[in-house]
C-alpha cells in the first residue's frame, strides 16, 4: 500500500506557528477501479433530455392531425344535423326572395363567408361539367341555377361549416382547420357517392338533400349528405 503523500511545506509551516502537531493531509478521492467515476451533473442532465426529447417526439407523432380520421368521425353528426334541418328548395327559394337576411336567421348557420343553408330538393340531372350535375326542379324561379357536386374532387367546406360548432380555434393552424373540411368532404364520399354511379346520372330523376353556401342566390352548389337516384 503506498504511503500517504507528504503535507504541502506551506502545511508544515503553518502548523508549527500554530504550535500544533502536522495534521494528515487531504488526500484527493481515487476513483473506484470497478464503478470508474460515477455520472456527474452533467451525464445526469443529459440522460434526462434525451429521454424527454424521445418523449416529446413520441407525444408529437400521436398527436399529429389526421383529416380522414377526423372527418370519418364527425361526418355522421353533421349528415344528420343537415338532415333533420334541410328546408324544402321550393320553400327555401321563397324565403330567401322574400327577405334574404331572415331566411337565414330561421334556416341556415352564419359563417365567415356567406351562410350556410339546408336544403332539401328533386330533379332531373343534366349533363355534368367536371362532376357538377345542374338539376331542373319545377317550382323554382327559371333564373334560379341549382347544381350538385358529385366529385371526384367536392370542393369548399359547406360540411364543415354546416353545423356552425366547428371553430378554427379548436385547430393548430389555417391549414389543419382546412384540411379538416376535405376530410368531412373525403368522408361523405365514401358513404354517399361511392354507391352511385355518379358518371350516368344525365337524364335521371335524384333526390337530393345537403347543404350550400348562400353567396348569390340565384346560384345554389349543393354538397350532398344523402342522394337518391330513380
Same mark, same amino acid.
Given at each position: ?17 500554530? #504550535? ?13 477501479? %470497478?464503478?470508474?467515476? !460515477?455520472?456527474?451533473? #452533467?451525464?445526469? #442532465?443529459?440522460?434526462? #433530455? ?14 399529429? $392531425? =389526421? ?19 334541410? %328546408?324544402? &328548395? ?11 337576411? @331572415? ?8 359563417? =365567415? ?7 332539401? /330538393? ?9 362532376? /357538377? ?28 361549416? &354546416?353545423?356552425?360548432?366547428?371553430? $378554427?380555434? &379548436? ?11 376535405? !376530410?368531412?368532404?373525403?368522408?361523405? @364520399?365514401?358513404?354517399?357517392?361511392? %354507391?352511385?354511379?355518379? @358518371?350516368?346520372? @344525365?337524364?335521371?330523376? /335524384?333526390? +337530393?338533400?345537403?347543404? $350550400? ?11 350532398? +349528405?344523402?342522394?337518391? %337516384?330513380?
Amino acid at each position: 500500500m503506498r504511503p500517504p503523500a507528504p503535507c504541502s511545506s506551506q502545511r508544515q509551516t503553518d502548523d508549527r506557528q500554530l #504550535h500544533r502537531p502536522p495534521g494528515p493531509c487531504r488526500q484527493p478521492p481515487r476513483p473506484d477501479p %470497478v464503478r470508474g467515476p !460515477g455520472p456527474g451533473r #452533467h451525464g445526469r #442532465h443529459r440522460a434526462g #433530455h434525451h429521454r424527454g426529447a424521445g418523449r416529446s417526439e413520441a407525444d408529437a407523432r400521436q398527436q399529429a $392531425f =389526421s383529416p380522414d380520421t377526423y372527418g370519418t368521425q364527425e361526418f355522421p353528426r353533421i349528415r344528420d344535423a343537415v338532415i333533420e334541418r334541410a %328546408v324544402p &328548395a321550393t320553400d327555401l327559394a321563397a324565403a330567401i326572395a322574400a327577405d334574404q337576411d @331572415a331566411a337565414i336567421a330561421e334556416y341556415g348557420t352564419p359563417a =365567415s363567408t356567406g351562410a350556410i343553408m339546408m336544403v332539401t /330538393v328533386t330533379g332531373t340531372a343534366g349533363e355534368p361539367r367536371a362532376g /357538377v350535375y345542374p338539376l331542373t326542379v319545377e317550382g323554382l324561379p327559371d333564373d334560379l341555377r341549382i347544381r350538385v357536386q358529385t366529385g371526384p374532387a367536392i370542393n369548399g367546406t359547406d360540411l364543415r361549416d &354546416a353545423p356552425g360548432d366547428i371553430a $378554427f380555434g &379548436a385547430f393548430k393552424n389555417q391549414i389543419e382547420y382546412q384540411d379538416a373540411g376535405s !376530410g368531412i368532404n373525403r368522408a361523405m @364520399a365514401a358513404e354517399v357517392l361511392a %354507391v352511385i354511379d355518379t @358518371a350516368a346520372l @344525365a337524364g335521371k330523376q /335524384v333526390t +337530393v338533400t345537403g347543404a $350550400f353556401r348562400l353567396i348569390n342566390p340565384a346560384n345554389w352548389l349543393i354538397t350532398p +349528405v344523402a342522394m337518391e %337516384v330513380q
